[in-house]
């Protein structure tokens, strides 16, 4: 789908499944869209072009949008408030009122059990902590049983302990359900523990869509490279099936351009070789991090110093040799 705002392209042909039962992050910073695809999936807005199908039925595109309620998703959004003047179960009950008043209650009242609030039926929203007040937000969202969750980063108001807590405990009601679910976070950490896989937008567009490890291990350019963790950049040349660096040569992935590239390695790319092995360094600093150390190395034709770890337990004198480690070189066309 697409979806354009005056002269900004807020999606640009972005084309996503979700299986039942899979939760998928959507991954990407401030402004790439993210938010944009969540309001299109619920049907707060509408795509200038494209389509979405939930179970087969389409629900937008080609004139069949259909109003949110009628979808068979919940929202549960960071700002999505409870109603302040309604009890904790009325605010549950609120999606329920297909039906009667008792089943409501019972299904209400289930719901809040299962992430952890039983007892709290009467209390009102004002008296609720951050974290019990999100836990209501998924029971509300959660009570009418829908096909999809949205979440449009539910935790991020949330302090570090507590939005740990109840960001497992969400994932756990999750799969204990099999409910399918679509989370929006700038966070890739989050989005590599609460999802099976990871779409990776920038700019209104779909970069890689693959599971935490795919993105991790085979990033198709240097932005999806940079996304899951630490990156080196570095200048090289690719030749006759063999790549040079200033860090030295190792064999080409295939497939790879030929010419002038630029290498993206992970920490562990690049390792501690013995002497006469690899690429001459100078250790200019080490930063003690509990059981790892960081360690940054001068190498000759490099721009800066490059970050390294290693096991604090090791010792690791002032002039180092480095060498790459096949397999863990990305490589890509020069920009
Ligand atoms: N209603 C709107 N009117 C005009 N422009 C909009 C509207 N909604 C979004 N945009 C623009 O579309 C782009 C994508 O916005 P979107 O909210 O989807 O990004 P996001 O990735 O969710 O960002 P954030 O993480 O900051 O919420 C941005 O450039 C934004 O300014």
């Known amino acids: ?14 084309s996503l499944s979700l299986s039942p039962g899979e939760i998928l992050a959507v991954l990407g910073d401030s402004g790439c869209g993210k938010s944009t695809l ?25 004139g069949g949008d259909e109003p949110p309620e009628t ?30 008043g008792a089943q409501a209650r019972a299904v209400a009242r289930e719901r809040l059990a299962e992430v952890g609030l039983a007892g709290r039926e009467e209390s009102y929203p004002a008296t609720l902590s951050g974290g019990e007040a999100q836990r209501v937000a998924l029971a509300r969202a959660l009570a009418p049983r829908p096909r999809v969750l949205l979440l449009d980063e539910p935790f991020s108001n949330l302090d570090a302990g507590t939005r740990e807590r109840v960001r497992a405990d969400t994932l756990a ?9 679509i989370l929006v976070t700038h966070d890739a950490a989050e989005a590599v523990e609460f999802a099976d896989r990871i779409a ?12 935490a490890e795919t993105l991790y291990r085979a990033p198709v350019d ?20 063999r790549l040079t660096t200033p860090l030295g040569t190792v064999r080409l992935p295939a497939p ?16 501690i070789v013995p002497p006469g092995e690899g690429v ?3 250790v200019l600093r080490r930063s003690f991090a509990g059981a790892i150390t960081r360690i940054d190395v001068d190498v000759a034709g490099l721009d800066a110093p490059l970050r390294l770890t290693a096991a604090s337990d090791d010792v690791v004198e002032d002039r180092v040799e480095l060498g790459l480690v096949e397999g863990r070189v990305f490589v890509f066309p020069s920009p």
């Open 200 to 211: 990776l937008m920038r700019g209104g567009r779909l970069i890689q869509c693959d599971t």
């Open 280 to 282: 001459p360094g100078r």
């Open 71 to 100: 979808r068979g998703v919940g929202l549960m959004f960071q700002d999505y408030a409870l109603f302040p003047h309604l009890t904790v179960l009325a605010n549950i009950r609120f999606g329920l009122s297909h039906l009667s």
């Open 256 to 271: 790879a351009p030929e010419g002038a590239v630029q290498v993206c390695l992970r920490p562990e790319a690049i390792r």
């Open 38 to 62: 969540l309001r299109l999936v619920a049907g707060l807005d509408a795509p200038d072009a494209g389509e979405i199908r939930i179970d087969g039925r389409r629900v937008a595109g080609r």
């Open 173 to 181: 009601v999750l799969r204990q359900d099999g409910i399918s679910a």
């Open 1 to 14: 789908m697409s979806r354009r705002y005056g002269r900004t392209l807020a999606l640009d042909d972005v």
């Open 222 to 241: 240097p932005f999806a490279a940079k996304a899951l963790g630490e990156i080196v950049t570095v200048a090289g040349l690719a030749s006759g099936g």
